[in-house]
Protein backbone atom coordinates (compact mmCIF):
# COMPACT_ATOMS: atom_id res chain seq x y z
CA UNK A 1 0.00 0.00 0.00
CA UNK A 2 1.26 3.13 -0.72
CA UNK A 3 0.19 6.75 -0.29
CA UNK A 4 0.34 7.23 -4.24
CA UNK A 5 -2.67 4.82 -4.44
CA UNK A 6 -5.26 7.24 -2.41
CA UNK A 7 -4.36 10.07 -5.04
CA UNK A 8 -3.98 12.90 -2.31
CA UNK A 9 -3.77 16.51 -3.43
CA UNK A 10 -0.37 17.93 -3.84
CA UNK A 11 1.53 18.60 -0.88
CA UNK A 12 0.08 16.46 0.97
CA UNK A 13 1.19 14.07 4.08
CA UNK A 14 0.13 10.92 4.99
CA UNK A 15 0.54 8.24 7.85
CA UNK A 16 -0.48 4.81 7.62
CA UNK A 17 -2.99 3.08 9.72
CA UNK A 18 -0.74 -0.04 10.18
CA UNK A 19 2.41 2.15 10.44
CA UNK A 20 1.16 3.71 13.77
CA UNK A 21 2.31 0.14 15.87
CA UNK A 22 6.18 1.19 14.42
CA UNK A 23 5.86 4.76 15.71
CA UNK A 24 4.73 3.11 19.29
CA UNK A 25 8.27 1.24 19.04
CA UNK A 26 10.41 3.64 17.69
CA UNK A 27 9.72 6.59 15.89
CA UNK A 28 13.07 6.84 14.09
CA UNK A 29 12.44 3.36 13.05
CA UNK A 30 9.20 4.43 11.41
CA UNK A 31 10.71 7.70 9.78
CA UNK A 32 13.45 5.06 8.27
CA UNK A 33 10.56 3.27 7.06
CA UNK A 34 8.34 5.62 5.77
CA UNK A 35 10.42 8.59 4.90
CA UNK A 36 13.55 7.20 3.21
CA UNK A 37 13.50 9.32 0.06
CA UNK A 38 13.67 12.24 2.64
CA UNK A 39 16.04 11.13 4.75
CA UNK A 40 18.35 10.54 1.73
CA UNK A 41 17.64 14.03 0.56
CA UNK A 42 18.63 15.44 3.92
CA UNK A 43 22.20 13.12 3.32
CA UNK A 44 21.15 9.85 5.39
CA UNK A 45 22.24 6.68 4.49
CA UNK A 46 20.28 3.79 5.38
CA UNK A 47 20.36 0.35 4.77
CA UNK A 48 18.47 -2.15 2.25
CA UNK A 49 16.68 -4.87 3.71
CA UNK A 50 14.20 -7.49 2.04
CA UNK A 51 10.84 -8.02 3.57
CA UNK A 52 10.34 -10.38 6.05
CA UNK A 53 9.22 -13.90 5.16
CA UNK A 54 6.62 -13.05 8.26
CA UNK A 55 5.12 -9.89 6.16
CA UNK A 56 4.60 -11.95 2.91
CA UNK A 57 3.17 -14.68 4.23
CA UNK A 58 0.57 -12.46 6.13
CA UNK A 59 0.11 -10.77 2.87
CA UNK A 60 -0.57 -14.25 1.36
CA UNK A 61 -3.06 -15.05 4.18
CA UNK A 62 -4.53 -11.50 3.75
CA UNK A 63 -5.18 -12.19 0.42
CA UNK A 64 -6.84 -15.89 0.98
CA UNK A 65 -9.12 -14.99 3.56
CA UNK A 66 -10.47 -11.72 2.56
CA UNK A 67 -11.13 -13.65 -0.98
CA UNK A 68 -12.83 -16.49 1.34
CA UNK A 69 -15.13 -13.74 3.25
CA UNK A 70 -16.20 -12.26 0.46
CA UNK A 71 -16.83 -15.35 -1.54
CA UNK A 72 -19.06 -16.58 1.32
CA UNK A 73 -21.19 -13.34 1.83
CA UNK A 74 -21.81 -13.59 -1.75
CA UNK A 75 -23.02 -17.02 -2.01
CA UNK A 76 -23.62 -17.90 1.49
CA UNK A 77 -21.55 -21.14 1.03
CA UNK A 78 -17.25 -21.35 1.66
CA UNK A 79 -15.48 -21.24 -1.90
CA UNK A 80 -13.13 -24.64 -2.60
CA UNK A 81 -9.96 -24.25 -0.04
CA UNK A 82 -7.63 -24.83 -2.64
CA UNK A 83 -9.41 -21.92 -4.99
CA UNK A 84 -7.83 -19.62 -1.71
CA UNK A 85 -4.70 -21.07 -1.27
CA UNK A 86 -3.56 -20.32 -4.88
CA UNK A 87 -5.07 -16.78 -4.13
CA UNK A 88 -2.90 -16.46 -0.94
CA UNK A 89 0.51 -18.21 -2.80
CA UNK A 90 0.32 -16.33 -5.90
CA UNK A 91 0.36 -13.05 -3.71
CA UNK A 92 3.29 -14.75 -1.67
CA UNK A 93 5.17 -14.97 -5.05
CA UNK A 94 4.49 -11.86 -5.76
CA UNK A 95 5.62 -10.23 -2.81
CA UNK A 96 8.87 -12.20 -2.81
CA UNK A 97 9.37 -11.49 -6.26
CA UNK A 98 8.99 -7.73 -5.74
CA UNK A 99 10.49 -7.23 -2.34
CA UNK A 100 12.99 -9.84 -1.81
CA UNK A 101 12.51 -12.38 1.47
CA UNK A 102 14.40 -12.42 4.46
CA UNK A 103 13.80 -16.02 5.60
CA UNK A 104 13.56 -16.60 9.26
CA UNK A 105 14.00 -20.32 11.47
CA UNK A 106 10.18 -20.76 11.78
CA UNK A 107 9.42 -20.01 7.70
CA UNK A 108 13.38 -21.13 6.41
CA UNK A 109 11.96 -21.49 2.67
CA UNK A 110 8.77 -20.62 0.07
CA UNK A 111 8.02 -23.92 0.35
CA UNK A 112 7.65 -23.35 4.25
CA UNK A 113 6.16 -20.23 3.62
CA UNK A 114 3.22 -21.72 1.47
CA UNK A 115 2.70 -24.49 3.78
CA UNK A 116 2.25 -22.08 6.42
CA UNK A 117 -0.53 -20.36 4.31
CA UNK A 118 -2.37 -23.85 3.96
CA UNK A 119 -2.09 -24.10 7.56
CA UNK A 120 -3.58 -20.70 7.97
CA UNK A 121 -6.64 -20.89 6.08
CA UNK A 122 -8.18 -23.87 6.84
CA UNK A 123 -7.66 -22.76 10.44
CA UNK A 124 -9.34 -19.64 9.64
CA UNK A 125 -12.12 -21.50 7.88
CA UNK A 126 -12.94 -23.84 10.29
CA UNK A 127 -13.56 -20.38 13.42
CA UNK A 128 -15.64 -18.82 9.77
CA UNK A 129 -19.50 -18.62 10.69
CA UNK A 130 -22.39 -18.76 8.93
CA UNK A 131 -24.36 -16.42 10.82
CA UNK A 132 -21.73 -13.45 10.19
CA UNK A 133 -21.40 -11.87 7.14
CA UNK A 134 -18.67 -9.26 6.10
CA UNK A 135 -19.96 -5.79 5.21
CA UNK A 136 -16.47 -4.66 3.87
CA UNK A 137 -13.47 -6.34 3.47
CA UNK A 138 -10.00 -5.32 2.60
CA UNK A 139 -11.23 -1.96 2.07
CA UNK A 140 -8.65 0.89 1.46
CA UNK A 141 -9.81 3.95 3.28
CA UNK A 142 -8.49 7.94 3.69
CA UNK A 143 -9.34 10.54 5.98
CA UNK A 144 -7.79 14.08 6.26
CA UNK A 145 -6.50 14.75 9.63
CA UNK A 146 -5.75 18.11 10.19
CA UNK A 147 -3.34 20.42 7.80
CA UNK A 148 -1.62 18.26 5.07
CA UNK A 149 -2.23 15.51 7.00
CA UNK A 150 -4.11 12.42 6.00
CA UNK A 151 -4.40 9.01 7.53
CA UNK A 152 -4.73 5.81 5.10
CA UNK A 153 -4.94 2.13 5.26
CA UNK A 154 -6.40 -1.06 4.38
CA UNK A 155 -8.93 -2.30 6.96
CA UNK A 156 -9.21 -6.06 6.91
CA UNK A 157 -13.13 -6.56 7.73
CA UNK A 158 -16.61 -5.27 9.19
CA UNK A 159 -18.34 -7.81 10.19
CA UNK A 160 -21.88 -8.12 10.90
CA UNK A 161 -23.06 -11.07 13.34
CA UNK A 162 -26.29 -12.27 13.34
CA UNK A 163 -27.77 -12.41 17.16
CA UNK A 164 -31.21 -14.17 16.79
CA UNK A 165 -34.03 -12.64 17.62
CA UNK A 166 -34.92 -10.05 21.05
CA UNK A 167 -37.80 -11.36 23.05
CA UNK A 168 -39.84 -9.39 20.73
CA UNK A 169 -38.93 -10.94 17.27
CA UNK A 170 -36.81 -8.41 15.71
CA UNK A 171 -33.84 -9.42 14.32
CA UNK A 172 -30.61 -8.50 15.97
CA UNK A 173 -27.30 -8.48 14.83
CA UNK A 174 -23.75 -6.61 15.96
CA UNK A 175 -21.52 -4.97 13.77
CA UNK A 176 -17.58 -5.69 14.53
CA UNK A 177 -14.54 -4.33 13.36
CA UNK A 178 -11.81 -7.03 12.79
CA UNK A 179 -8.49 -6.70 11.75
CA UNK A 180 -6.47 -10.18 10.95
CA UNK A 181 -2.45 -10.52 12.15
CA UNK A 182 -0.10 -13.55 11.63
CA UNK A 183 3.28 -13.78 13.29
CA UNK A 184 4.99 -15.91 15.89
CA UNK A 185 3.65 -12.80 18.92
CA UNK A 186 0.50 -11.40 19.34
CA UNK A 187 0.97 -7.96 18.44
CA UNK A 188 -1.79 -5.34 19.86
CA UNK A 189 -2.76 -3.08 17.10
CA UNK A 190 -4.70 -1.07 18.93
CA UNK A 191 -4.07 2.32 17.40
CA UNK A 192 -4.52 1.13 13.78
CA UNK A 193 -7.84 -0.13 14.89
CA UNK A 194 -8.80 2.94 16.27
CA UNK A 195 -7.52 4.59 12.73
CA UNK A 196 -10.33 2.54 11.16
CA UNK A 197 -13.18 3.14 13.21
CA UNK A 198 -12.26 7.02 13.00
CA UNK A 199 -11.94 6.73 9.03
CA UNK A 200 -14.76 3.89 8.94
CA UNK A 201 -16.96 7.05 10.54
CA UNK A 202 -17.14 8.85 7.54
CA UNK A 203 -18.67 5.63 5.82
CA UNK A 204 -21.80 5.41 8.45
CA UNK A 205 -19.78 2.56 10.11
CA UNK A 206 -20.17 2.99 14.02
CA UNK A 207 -18.79 -0.78 15.25
CA UNK A 208 -19.77 -1.62 18.64
CA UNK A 209 -17.27 -3.71 18.85
CA UNK A 210 -13.45 -4.37 16.96
CA UNK A 211 -10.80 -7.11 17.64
CA UNK A 212 -7.85 -8.82 15.98
CA UNK A 213 -7.86 -12.08 15.21
CA UNK A 214 -4.38 -13.47 15.22
CA UNK A 215 -3.24 -16.90 13.95
CA UNK A 216 -0.12 -18.45 14.82
CA UNK A 217 2.44 -18.85 12.05
CA UNK A 218 4.51 -21.70 13.03
CA UNK A 219 7.11 -24.24 11.21
CA UNK A 220 6.44 -27.15 8.67
CA UNK A 221 6.11 -29.62 11.35
CA UNK A 222 3.98 -27.77 14.15
CA UNK A 223 0.37 -28.07 14.09
CA UNK A 224 -1.38 -24.94 13.62
CA UNK A 225 -3.39 -23.67 16.54
CA UNK A 226 -6.87 -22.26 16.17
CA UNK A 227 -7.44 -18.64 15.97
CA UNK A 228 -7.05 -16.17 18.86
CA UNK A 229 -9.60 -13.49 19.09
CA UNK A 230 -9.02 -10.59 21.51
CA UNK A 231 -11.59 -7.88 21.85
CA UNK A 232 -11.33 -4.05 22.30
CA UNK A 233 -13.39 -1.30 23.08
CA UNK A 234 -14.19 1.34 19.78
CA UNK A 235 -13.63 3.59 21.77
CA UNK A 236 -10.44 3.07 23.82
CA UNK A 237 -9.19 2.13 20.46
CA UNK A 238 -9.80 5.63 18.76
CA UNK A 239 -8.38 7.75 21.51
CA UNK A 240 -5.54 5.81 20.98
CA UNK A 241 -5.29 6.33 17.44
CA UNK A 242 -5.75 10.68 18.08
CA UNK A 243 -3.05 10.06 20.54
CA UNK A 244 -1.14 8.44 18.87
CA UNK A 245 -1.52 10.51 15.63
CA UNK A 246 -1.13 13.64 16.94
CA UNK A 247 2.23 13.03 18.34
CA UNK A 248 3.90 11.77 15.01
CA UNK A 249 2.21 14.76 13.08
CA UNK A 250 3.47 16.86 15.57
CA UNK A 251 7.12 15.68 15.59
CA UNK A 252 7.87 14.72 12.05
CA UNK A 253 6.45 18.34 11.36
CA UNK A 254 9.35 19.93 13.59
CA UNK A 255 11.48 17.52 12.29
CA UNK A 256 10.92 18.82 8.68
CA UNK A 257 10.85 22.79 9.74
CA UNK A 258 13.76 22.45 11.43
CA UNK A 259 16.64 24.99 10.33
CA UNK A 260 18.98 21.96 11.18
CA UNK A 261 17.34 18.70 10.76
CA UNK A 262 18.57 17.05 13.87
CA UNK A 263 17.91 13.15 14.38
CA UNK A 264 17.41 14.09 17.84
CA UNK A 265 14.45 15.98 17.25
CA UNK A 266 12.86 11.78 16.56
CA UNK A 267 13.07 9.88 19.78
CA UNK A 268 14.51 6.60 19.11
CA UNK A 269 13.93 2.91 21.33
CA UNK A 270 17.31 1.64 21.13
CA UNK A 271 15.25 -1.24 23.58
CA UNK A 272 12.87 -2.15 21.19
CA UNK A 273 13.21 -5.66 20.38
CA UNK A 274 13.25 -4.99 16.48
CA UNK A 275 16.94 -3.01 17.47
CA UNK A 276 18.67 -5.36 15.15
CA UNK A 277 20.97 -5.13 12.19
CA UNK A 278 18.39 -7.92 10.82
CA UNK A 279 15.35 -5.45 11.56
CA UNK A 280 15.92 -1.77 11.33
CA UNK A 281 17.23 0.30 8.07
CA UNK A 282 18.92 2.86 10.74
CA UNK A 283 20.69 0.75 12.84
CA UNK A 284 24.06 1.87 13.44
CA UNK A 285 23.75 4.51 10.49
CA UNK A 286 24.43 8.31 11.31
CA UNK A 287 20.16 8.30 11.52
CA UNK A 288 21.01 6.97 14.46
CA UNK A 289 23.69 7.58 16.53
CA UNK A 290 21.77 6.01 19.94
CA UNK A 291 22.50 3.03 18.35
CA UNK A 292 26.06 2.12 18.33
CA UNK A 293 25.72 1.88 21.55
CA UNK A 294 24.84 -1.99 20.55
CA UNK A 295 26.94 -4.84 19.26
CA UNK A 296 26.86 -4.70 15.46
CA UNK A 297 24.93 -7.52 14.24
CA UNK A 298 23.41 -7.78 16.88
CA UNK A 299 20.21 -9.89 16.23
CA UNK A 300 20.26 -11.35 20.23
CA UNK A 301 17.12 -9.24 21.12
CA UNK A 302 14.47 -10.26 17.82
S1 LIG B 1 18.49 1.40 15.26
FE1 LIG B 1 17.13 0.93 16.98
S2 LIG B 1 16.78 2.85 18.04
FE2 LIG B 1 17.61 3.31 16.03
S3 LIG B 1 15.86 3.63 14.70
FE3 LIG B 1 16.39 1.50 14.53
S4 LIG B 1 15.14 0.46 16.06
FE4 LIG B 1 15.12 2.62 16.56
Redesign the pocket.
Given at each position: MSADEFQLPDGAKAARASSLITWQ??P??WM?QQRRRLLANLGFELASRPSSIGAHVGSGAHAAVGWTWEELTRSGELPPVTLADERGITKLRERAREDGVLFDPTTPNLNDAELAIRKMVRAYRDHMSASTRAIMVEAAMVGRVGGDWYLTGHCDAYLEQDLGLSPDGVPMSILRLDDFKTGVTIPAPVAQLGSYIWLGRARGLKPKAASVTFLRRTRRTADQPPPLVRTISPQLAERTARTVLGDLTAKVEAFETAADPDPLIIP???S?H???AK??????TR??P??FL?PAGDDSNA
Open positions: DCRRACNPSLCTYCPAFRWCESK
